[in-house]
C-alpha cells in the first residue's frame, strides 16, 4: 500500500510541478506575448501591403483616365483652331501637332527632342587650335 501512495504522490508531483514550471516561467510568458506581438505586426504587414497594392492601381487607373482625358482635349483643340482659325500659319499655330488615333493610343505625340550636343565643336575638337607652351 505505500508504494501506491508513493506512486500517486510522485504522479501529483510531477503534475504539480509542470503546471508550476508552465505558468511560472517568465520567459516562457515572455515569449508568448512576443509571439502575439510578432503575429499582429504580421497582420498589421500585410493589411498595409494590401491598401499600398490598392492605392496605386486606383493611382495608375487615374493617371490613365487623365491621359486619355488629356489626349481627347488636345485633339479637340487641335481641330478647333484648325477650323476656327484657317488662315493662320502652321508655325504660329500653338496645337501645329495633331494627335492621330494611332499616336493617341499609344502616347505618341509628336515632340521636338531637345538635343544633348551643339551644332558647332568645341573644347579639344574645335578646329581652331591654339597650342600654349
Same mark, same amino acid.
Given at each position: 500500500?505505500?508504494? $501506491?501512495?508513493?506512486?500517486? @504522490?510522485?504522479?501529483? @508531483?510531477?503534475?504539480?510541478?509542470?503546471? !508550476?514550471?508552465?505558468?511560472?516561467?517568465?520567459?516562457?510568458?515572455?515569449?508568448?506575448?512576443?509571439?502575439?506581438?510578432?503575429?499582429?505586426?504580421?497582420?498589421?504587414?500585410? $493589411?498595409?501591403?494590401?491598401?499600398?497594392?490598392?492605392?496605386?492601381?486606383?493611382?495608375? $487607373?487615374?493617371?490613365?483616365?487623365?491621359?486619355?482625358?488629356?489626349?481627347?482635349?488636345?485633339?479637340?483643340?487641335?481641330?478647333?483652331?484648325?477650323?476656327?482659325?484657317?488662315?493662320?500659319?502652321?508655325?504660329d499655330n500653338p496645337f501645329r501637332y495633331r494627335l492621330t488615333e494611332a499616336?493617341?493610343?499609344?502616347?505618341? !505625340?509628336?515632340?521636338?527632342?531637345?538635343?544633348?550636343?551643339?551644332?558647332?565643336?568645341? @573644347?579639344?575638337?574645335? @578646329?581652331?587650335?591654339?597650342?600654349?607652351?
Amino acid at each position: 500500500m505505500t508504494w $501506491e501512495y508513493a506512486l500517486i @504522490g510522485l504522479v501529483v @508531483g510531477l503534475i504539480i510541478g509542470a503546471l !508550476a514550471m508552465r505558468f511560472g516561467n517568465r520567459k516562457l510568458r515572455q515569449q508568448q506575448v512576443l509571439q502575439t506581438e510578432l503575429e499582429k505586426s504580421k497582420t498589421e504587414l500585410e $493589411e498595409y501591403r494590401q491598401e499600398l497594392v490598392s492605392h496605386f492601381a486606383r493611382s495608375a $487607373e487615374l493617371l490613365d483616365n487623365m491621359a486619355t482625358d488629356y489626349r481627347q482635349l488636345y485633339q479637340h483643340m487641335a481641330k478647333s483652331s484648325n477650323n476656327l482659325l484657317p488662315d493662320m500659319p502652321t508655325q504660329d499655330n500653338p496645337f501645329r501637332y495633331r494627335l492621330t488615333e494611332a499616336e493617341a493610343d499609344n502616347d505618341q !505625340a509628336p515632340v521636338e527632342m531637345p538635343r544633348d550636343y551643339s551644332d558647332s565643336a568645341s @573644347g579639344l575638337l574645335r @578646329g581652331d587650335r591654339t597650342r600654349r607652351n
